[in-house]
Structures are given as C-alpha cells and as structure tokens.
C-alpha cells in the first residue's frame, strides 16, 4: 500500500493527461496543482474533491470522519440524481469533539460510528472519508476500515484524501485511486456481456444523464457502472468487466481510466455528451470501441441511423430558438469549455461568443477558441470580479454562462445569468439538453425583470425642478412645475 | 388586449365568488364604529359572518334585518326600521351600513325611500348614529362591486359636497378591496413619510387588524372616522387603487371638486416608481432614503428571483382588479398566464389583463383551464383543485379560510413585491420535482415544435 505522499505523486504523473505531457520531467514532478497564494484562493480542498466523486454513489453510507464543519457545512450540496436509493444524501459523520482529539479518541468513535450505521442502514458499503485534522493526529482510518469490514463483514473502504493534501482536482483523482484499490474488481459479475460499458465522469446532474442512456439502451448497450452518477456499490465493484469506457469530465477521473486499461484491459476514449455534434461522436466512439473488443459490426449501422434521427429532431428544435437568440451575446466563464459542441450548437443557431476564458484550456483548445472568436482579444485567463463587472454593466455581453462563484457579478450588474456548472437544475446532457440549454437561455435573456431593473430611479427631475423654478412657493406650484418640466399631468402618474 | 370569455354553463362548479352585499359589509367594516346590517333573511347574513370570521379569525358585527316569509310578502320596511332601532339601543353605533341582498331587491323592495323615511320620522331616536345605504343584490357583481357601492354610498351620504378650502398635505386615499390591512399600514406609512396626512376609506388595518381590544366591543373598534369622511372634500388630492375605485373617486370629484388620480394596481417595480414619484410630486419633498433601499431590495429581489419564475404556466381566478395585479406581477416576472379566470365580465380592467383569454367562471373553469400550470393562486377555495391536480397554491384574496395571516401579508409597493417574489419562489422550490428517468425519457414524444415552447424537461 501506497503512502498518501506517494499516492499523490503517482496520480499526479498522469501519462494519460495531455497537459501533463507537455511537461519537462522537472515540471511534472511539482504536480498540477499550483500552490495556493494565501488570503487570494479559491475553490475546494481534497476531501471536497473526493467527495465530489464518490458521492453520488447511492446506496454507501458516506462517513465523515472529523470535526463537524468538513462534512455539516457541506452536506447535500450538490444536485445528482438517484432513480433509487437515497441513502447517499443522508449525511454521517464522526463530529469529533474537542476531548475527542485530545483524548485520541477518534478512531474508537469512527470505529462505534461504522457499527451504528451498520446496524441502523445496513448498506453494502460505508466509504470513510479522512480530513485535516483526523489525519493530523495520525487517526489511522485504513486500519480501522480493515477491521470494521472483518468484523462487520460488509466493504468499509478508506478514502485518504485530507483536505491538506491539495486541491479539489487532486482529491477526485484520490478517490479515483481509491475505488480502484478498494472497490473494482471485488465482486464478478454473472451477466458480462460484449456490449458493456463504464461511463466516468458522469455525474448526472438533474439528472441529465437520463437523456443520454435510452439512446444506449436503444442499441442494445449496457452501462456497466455509471461513475458516478446514479451508481450503485456492485455496479462500480463489477465495472472491471465492462468492454469499453467513455471518460466524460477527463479531468476528474482520467488516472481511474487509465489505470483501469492497464489493469483489465478496457480501452478509454475521452468524449461529451454536451452539444448535437458531441453525442453523435461519443455514440460513434463507444460502439467503435465495443467493436473493437468483439461486439458485432451491425451496431455501427444501428448507430448511424440513431444519430441521424436524433440530429435532425435536434437541430430541428434548436432551429426554433434562432429568430429569438440570433445575435446575442453569450459571456462563458467557465474556466475552460471542454465541450466544443456546446460552443459549435450555440453559435450554429446565430448566438455569438462574446469572450470566454481559458483558465483551465490546453493549447489546442485555445487554437480552437481563435477560429470561433476572430478576436483573440475576448480570450482572457481569468478575469477579477470588477473587470467583470465592469464589462457586464456596460452591456458588452447578453447573458453570462458560468458557476455559482460569479453568478453575482453578473446580476448585480443587471445582466443575465445562467449555471452551468454543477449546482445548475436544468439537465443539459444529449440531444434534448442542448435544446434545454438553449431554451433556458431564451428565458434568462427574455425575462422582463431586466427592463424593470435597468429602469432608471424615475424622481432625478426632483434636482431639476429645484433649480429651475426657485419661485415655487407652494407645494402645488412645485408639482405644477414638475408636470411642466416633464409633460405628463397628475392624472398621468396614474390610469385612465 | 385579452379576449373575454363569458360564460356559457349553467352550473357553477366550485364558485369563485363571494357575494356583493359580503364585499359592501367588508368596506364598512372599515369605518370605526361602524355596524353593517344585510337586509334579507338570516341566513344571508349568517353565511356571510361565517366566511369572514373564518378569514379574519374576529368577531365581525354584522347584523340581520331577518325577513321571514310573512315580511318578504309584505314588505320588509318594518323589519328594516326595527333592525336599525334595535341596533341603536344596543350597540350605539356611529353608523349603520345597510347592504340590501337579492331578496329585498327581487321582490322590488324601494329601500332607498324606506330609509330616508326611518332617518325623518326617527330622528330623535338616531342621533350621532348616520344610515348609509348600498343596493347590493347577490345576483350581480361580487366582493368588488359591492366594496365598491359601500365606498360610494358612504361619499355620496356623508361627503359635505361643494367645493372647500383645500388642505395641502391631506390627500384622501380610496384602496380597493384587495389590498390587505398590511397593505393598508404600509400605504399610510409610506405617505407619511412624505409629510402627508392620508385619510384612507375604508381603512381596514384600524378594525380588521387582528388586536386584543381592552374591552368588549360590539361594533367596529377602529377603521375610518364618520367625521373624516365628512371632510374628505379638503384633501388637495384624492389617490384610488383599483380599477373599481374610480366610480368612489368620481364621485368624490363631482360632489367636492377633489381631483383623483387611479392607480390600477400598486403591485410591481414600475407602478411603485409611479406612485412614490407621485407622492414627491405632491409634497415637494425629495424621496427618503429609507424608500431608495427598499426600491433597490426589490431589484436584487427581481434579479435573485426571476430564476424561478422564467417560463412558469400560472393559473389565476380572482376577481378582476386582483386578477389584473397578480397576472401583471407574474408576467412581470417571465411567466405565462396559463389560465385567467374572474367573476364578471363588466370591469374595464379585464381587457388589459395580460393573457390570452380571460374566462367568467368559477373553480371548476379554473381547474380545467389550468390543468397543466406549475402554479394555482386563487383564494383557499382552490385547495381541492390544487390536491387533484398535484399543483401547488397560492392562496390569495378571500376567503382564506386555512392559512393563518393573510390580512399580515404585504403585496403592495416595493416591499410587497419583494414578499410576492419570495413567496411565490419559495412555493416553486418547496414543490421541487426530484428529476426521474421517466420524466426525462428522450425518445417518448416525437413530435418536432414550429417554435420555443415549455420544455417537459424542467417542472420545478
């Protein structure tokens, strides 16, 4: 077994990850994450980044184990979807105390608080997530999980990812390296079959990726596991048994990908299901993959014919949208559009790129961003909240498409604003999602508040009438003096 | 301009009404020491005490001529005379609303002369006790109508006509009856703010306000004063609220020369803006910066809460001044009015309710119209409709009979748009959707749309 250091210098030498390649040898071993400057960061930490990931597995008990904040301030934050089990939004933790941490009390109470979920829940898995603290005073939880499985007889895994340890990225790699050490691969599944599949990344938010896989079943395809959205323990336990796997946010989970090839001979392919063009591909790249490892070619012609279908219907109903989207402006500040046919499908119905940034873009997506911009100038790495706001209040975009973090620059600045990132409730994966993505921005950029919000405070001639009639003596003389200044009469402040 | 469906059943299936001599008795409820009386049979009376007990959660005085069969062949002028007495010995009221109901109008009954003759041959049994009359059949108009006459009749009655010297900050304010006594608070203070004195009629928020009076009282504890009545032609100004309170203002501009200015409805940024810059206008003074904040607390509301109302079908039935404020509100906010429904087809303002169609109906139209809306808002009466149909409600105008502090609830000026767009946001994420792979099955329903149109994606 790997130490934590070690853990995380292995995930960070991706082989996998092209921006990881481009990299001397020297570069590559500082890791990808930048260090922190102090008093100026953002975003989560480790254990943030492998909860992220392991959450949405529906059926394991998710424990926390140490002091409350880790895991009471961030409990139910995020919007996957279950067509099951709910046992994943209830929340656990150790909530160590004060004495406890003096008293080294906390693997005994971890150890208890496993025995109590056990015995209240009865799930077939409790995946126990360390923090600073527990990790801090050497709490040694892969022991206590060992034991805590012995005894109990059901799967404890360990999850070592502290949130000192780096970054949210860091951490979903962490919890990737966990699952493989701990989870795939325990249980064979008795129904293998050559038309498996593992999606990663998935996380199936508002629940989208419930649009994408009836377009898979449809072609007789099976999602082995799902990782991890809407997943259950013995779908991802069996998932080394599947044919062939779609990464879908790379980042994330690109070493399990990997690593999951190497070990059991799965080939990967990175893909999106956001946009028309992106799920046509990724359908194309899944049974091409299948194929590949034996699958009978007719499902290639099944495939075309889906895709065809499906594109027309989509481009069919994005077309709608065209005589009240076309020349708009859309701001992306996502950190980094992987999905260029969300970009491709927007632009293809008249709607315009007003800027985006490139944070977290590789080289050969800049190169890409170029040819849609014309003006590299609209391409900027990051871009500090009163440039933004600034921007905005001058009107030089239609509606911003980001995350949370800034959806407040965007409407104090009395422009539209829609999530993209994962707090968002509108389901935007495949066909149907671009179209719902679409149509939300249709209703963001129509709302009638921006007119009412823009207005103006209506009594600036109050100044006016001050300066210009000094000899209004009475009241009604003043009012008199406004109706001349302005037009209207008394009677126009109300209805006829 | 919205097209005005009348209606064509013969039964109506969950009524949307109130009747109109409940609207009459309710604006004289908003005069202190005020004692409303239904000229009709007991149970006119009864039922009515009943529904407003069970919205105010108060002991409402309202009083019955008690015509039996006898009377109504007969006449009911006796009963009339005796009620008003009686009334007088017991309670000492300082003014009698009599709203006549369809059984004294039905049979032709001439109360306008049989009340003029109570007044001279009882004069000196009635002192300091004024009679007013409203002729307010149940068989037309609704709540509205008959707030409406009450107002007017009491203008008429009481209102020393005449041109008189003006007082320059006393403005007489005329709020239809869809404004809540939280409302009505709010409206005074907001004039006060500028210097002026508001003389409000009827004013509910003095007798209808839900207080623990120090002793038993058996008429109205609070509510406009018979005097202030009587002077309303020294008001420099005259503002009514609601398309039904222009014939109040009419009349109060042709007995008195008081000019009036109509606000249709004082929901909203834009009305508000219109209001408040009245106001100023009126007093010279400049706007206080406590109304700035609250103007730009409404804009951060807009802006937080538009998330939650952008493509959102909503099915309204109220009557038509409260139907053309909360549909405005809502298509205000980025919503479509699915279904309009309201209890006459005579108001002027239907025609700029902003929907497609509006029906004359009841709850039964109201649940077929808006069988597939994401929200119901209509009085409590709407509860089964909404349990039938698994839509949420919001409970509006009256009665509402199972919710405790509706009169409490603001929905007027900045403020009460601000609660609006709370409450109704949190009525939409409280009956949030978890999504399901059914709701969400792509390859269900083929048909290809011409254009844009609610996606079967999204109910939250």
């Known amino acids: 077994m790997l130490s934590l250091n070690a853990k995380i210098q292995d995930v960070f030498n991706e082989p996998a990850c092209d921006k990881n390649r481009g990299k001397d040898p020297k570069a590559r071993k500082q890791g990808c994450s930048k260090p922190l400057t102090p008093g100026a960061a953002a975003g989560g930490c480790a254990f943030d980044g492998a909860k992220i990931v392991l959450q949405p597995i529906t059926d394991v008990a998710h424990l926390v184990h140490g002091p409350l904040a880790c895991e009471g301030n961030s409990w139910d934050n995020r919007g996957s979807a279950s067509s099951g089990p709910t046992l994943w939004r209830t929340s656990f933790t150790t909530d160590l105390t004060e004495l406890d941490i003096v008293m080294g009390q906390g693997e005994r109470k971890l150890f208890k608080a496993i025995r109590e979920i056990k015995e209240a829940y009865a799930p077939p898995a409790i995946f126990v997530y360390s923090t600073c603290v527990t990790a801090l005073i050497g709490d040694d939880i892969e022991t206590v999980c060992k034991r805590a499985a012995e005894k109990f007889g059901l799967a404890v895994v360990p999850i070592n990812a502290p949130g000192l340890a780096g970054s949210k990225n860091l951490g979903n790699k962490l919890a990737g390296e966990a699952l493989l050490e701990h989870v795939i691969g325990t249980v064979e599944p008795d129904d293998a079959g050559p038309h498996d599949i593992n999606i990663l990344g998935e996380f199936n938010l508002s629940g989208e990726f419930w649009l994408v896989k009836p377009l898979l079943d449809r072609l007789g395809i099976r999602v082995r596991a799902c990782i991890p959205g809407d997943a259950r323990y013995v779908d991802v336990a069996s998932a080394h048994r599947a044919r062939a796997t779609m990464m879908v946010c790379s980042t994330a989970l690109i070493n399990l990908g990997r690593k999951m090839e190497e070990r059991w001979d799965i080939p990967f392919f990175e893909g999106s299901f956001y946009g028309i063009t992106d799920t046509s591909e990724a359908l194309r790249k899944i049974v091409e993959l299948l194929v590949r490892k034996g699958a009978d070619r007719q499902i290639l012609d099944r495939t075309e014919t889906l895709i065809a279908q499906e594109e027309a219907i989509g481009w069919k109903k994005l077309e709608a949208y065209r005589p009240r989207l076309q020349g708009k402006r859309v701001l992306l500040n996502t950190g980094g559009v992987k999905s260029w046919s969300l970009v491709h499908a927007l632009t293809e119905i008249g709607i315009e790129i007003a800027g985006t940034s490139v944070k977290k873009s590789t080289l050969e997506d800049k190169q890409r961003i170029k040819q849609i911009l014309k003006d590299d100038n609209h391409m900027f790495e990051q871009m500090p909240a009163r440039d933004l706001y600034a921007m905005l209040s001058e009107q030089k975009a239609d509606i911003m498409l980001s995350g949370g973090r800034t959806q407040f620059i965007a409407l104090k600045a009395k422009t539209p604003w829609l999530d993209i990132n994962q707090e968002r409730q509108h389901p935007y994966a495949g066909y149907d999602g671009i179209v719902e993505l679409v149509r939300q921005i249709d209703l963001a950029i129509h709302n009638p508040i921006w007119h009412q919000v823009r207005e103006p405070t209506p009594w600036d001639w109050q100044a006016r009438v001050k300066d210009e009639v000094p000899g209004a003596k009475s009241k009604v003389a003043t009012l008199q003096a406004a109706e001349e200044i302005d037009g209207p009469t008394v009677g126009d402040f109300g209805e006829r | ?460």
């Open chain 2, 1 to 460: 301009m919205s097209r005005i469906l009348s209606q064509t059943k013969s039964a109506a299936v969950n009524p949307l009404k109130s009747s109109q001599p409940l609207g009459a008795a309710l604006a004289f409820l908003g005069v202190d020491g005020a004692m409303p009386l239904f000229h009709g049979s007991q149970g006119c009376t009864s039922f009515a005490l009943v529904l407003l007990v069970r919205h105010f959660k108060e002991a409402i005085p309202l009083q019955t001529t008690a015509m039996d069969e006898v009377t109504t062949i007969l006449g009911g002028a006796d009963n009339l005379e005796e009620a008003i007495l009686n009334i007088k010995a017991r309670t000492k009221p300082k003014l009698i609303g009599v709203c006549t109901t369809a059984l004294v109008e039905t049979r032709g009954e001439a109360s306008a002369g049989d009340v003029a003759d109570i007044r001279l041959k009882r004069s000196q049994d009635l002192p300091g006790t004024e009679i007013v009359l409203a002729n307010t059949p149940d068989f037309e108009g609704a709540i509205e109508e008959g707030w409406a006459k009450a107002v007017t009749a009491m203008i008429e009655r009481l209102t020393r006509p005449g041109e008189q010297v003006r007082q320059s900050k006393k403005i007489a304010i005329l709020p239809g009856w869809n404004l809540t006594v939280a409302d009505i608070e709010h409206l005074r203070d907001m004039i006060e703010t500028f210097g002026l004195a508001p003389v409000i009629l009827p004013d509910l928020s003095g007798s209808l306000d839900g207080t623990v009076p120090d002793r038993w009282v058996t008429t109205t504890y609070g509510g406009t004063n018979v005097e202030d009545i009587r002077e309303l032609g020294t008001a420099q100004y005259c503002i009514a609220i609601g398309e039904h309170m222009r014939c109040p203002a009419d009349v109060l501009q042709k007995v008195t020369g008081v000019p009036y200015v109509l606000f249709q409805s004082l929901t909203g940024l834009k009305s508000t803006d219109r209001f408040v810059s009245l106001l100023s206008a009126i007093s010279g003074e400049p706007v206080p910066a406590g109304v700035r904040r609250r103007r730009a607390q409404l804009q951060d509301a807009l802006l937080d809460g538009h998330f939650h109302f952008g493509g959102k079908k909503i099915a309204i039935a109220a009557e038509p001044d409260q139907l053309y404020q909360l549909a405005t509100f809502f298509i205000g906010m980025g919503c479509e009015i699915a279904a309009a429904v309201t209890t006459t087809d005579m108001s002027k303002i239907l025609e700029k309710v902003p929907a497609q169609s509006v029906q004359v109906g009841d709850l039964g139209d109201l649940e077929t119209l808006g069988a597939s809306a994401d929200l119901l808002v209509t009085h409590s009466h709407g509860r089964q409709a909404a349990e039938r149909l698994g839509i949420p409600l919001m409970r509006v105008g009256f009665p509402v009979f199972d919710r405790l502090g509706s009169q409490h609830k603001l929905t007027i000026l900045y403020q009460g748009t601000r609660d609006l767009v709370f409450e109704v946001a949190n009525i939409f994420q409280a009956n949030r959707q978890a999504p399901t792979p059914e709701a969400l099955y792509p390859l269900g329903k083929r048909e290809t749309p011409d254009g844009p149109r609610p996606s079967p994606l999204t109910r939250h």
